[in-house]
Each structure stands twice: as C-alpha cells, then as structure tokens.
C-alpha cells in the first residue's frame, strides 16, 4: 500500500439519498447497526497534508459539537471547500481547520504542513469513549479497516525509515498490536485524553521536525 492510498479511498465518500454523508463500503453496515454517529456533514478522516507532514498523529474519531461543527459548514460553499481540502490534502488550505485544534500545542503544525492528524474513524461523534455501541461499529467498518491497513502498510514502513514520525496521540480505536510503540519512529503520549501532545512525544516531535 502507498501513502496515497488513503487519499484515494476517502475520494469515495458521498452524500446518500437519505441525507447522510459516509463513504460507500461503510453504507451497508450503518444500515445495520445502531450508532449514534452524527453523518449529517462531510467526513473527518485526517486534518492535514497526509501526503507529505512528516508527522503523523493518531486520533480517534471525528468530532462533533451540535453547537459548533455546523458552523463549520454554513453552505454548499462551505461543504465544496472541505471536501476539496480531503480530496487534495497537498494543496490545500489547513490554517482554518475546526475550532478544536485552537486548543491543541500542535494546530500550528498541521496549518504548515509539518504534522497531520489522522482519525482511526473518520465518522464525527460527541465522545467516543462514552459511546459502546459506535466503538463496536468501528471494528465492522470497512473505512476503519482500510485506514488501519494503511497506517501498517504504508507509514510504519516510512517510520522505520526515518521518513515519519508517527505519535500515538488515541490509540484506542486503531487495534494496534501491542509492540507497535516499540517499532522504529514511533512513539506513544500517555495521557490520550488531553489535547496537547506531552511531554517526551512533543519533545520527539520538536527533535524530528528539526533535524
């Protein structure tokens, strides 16, 4: 697998008859399973240049905030814009990526094009952590699979490299083998529920990016 395989899947989302936003391997098993993902906008596999940030960090799922990520997508402008940044992550604009990452100590590396975020479910939900029922559906969804193969067969190859870093900000979601945090350019935060990346994995991250 390559590194722009990612980007290819996820050209694959679309809006279905039913109003709802998912990529199509992952329609059958929304169908059959309750969740309580919202699929009411565009989808959040990563925030960033996946192609080419030499950081790579790992998150959950997308978020959602009933108050705050509609106004992310006020129009179809607004939808047409996001879509064409998923589509072509390279060229496009990441300075105004969801109010959330204001919060994070790496938002300023994502909008330069140093680090991207990439969700282990690109599906928006308020908390995953609190939500059984979507974590199971995870495990089932064909996007979720695909993105998993992705980060085994196509990054951690580059990390070992020297090519990547990749911190495992939320593991949860990714079923990684246990050793993974061993391998080469790989490196494990250990306080997932925190914003900001801490301690020796932003220090590792300082270091890679400058050398």
Known sequence: MEINDLVTFWRGQQLNVDGRWAHRLDVDAFAAEPHSFNLDHPVNPYVGDVLNAPVVILGANGGYSAELTPTEFPDDDAVRTYLDRVDNPMDADWSFVSQYYDRTNYGDLVASGQAVLVNACAYRSVKIT????????????????????????????????????????????????????????????????SPRITGVPFARMTDFLAS
Not at 136 to 160: D, G, H, N, Q, Y
Not at 164 to 181: A, E, F, M, Y
């Open 130 to 193: 609190e939500e059984p029922v979507n974590r199971r559906l995870i495990k089932r969804l064909e996007s979720a699979l695909f993105t998993r193969r992705w980060l085994l067969e196509a990054v951690l190859p580059m990390a070992a490299a020297g090519e990547r870093l990749v911190v495992i900000k939320r593991g949860g979601q990714w079923n990684l083998p246990g050793d993974v945090s061993l391998a080469p350019g790989v490196v494990r935060d250990p306080a997932p529920v």
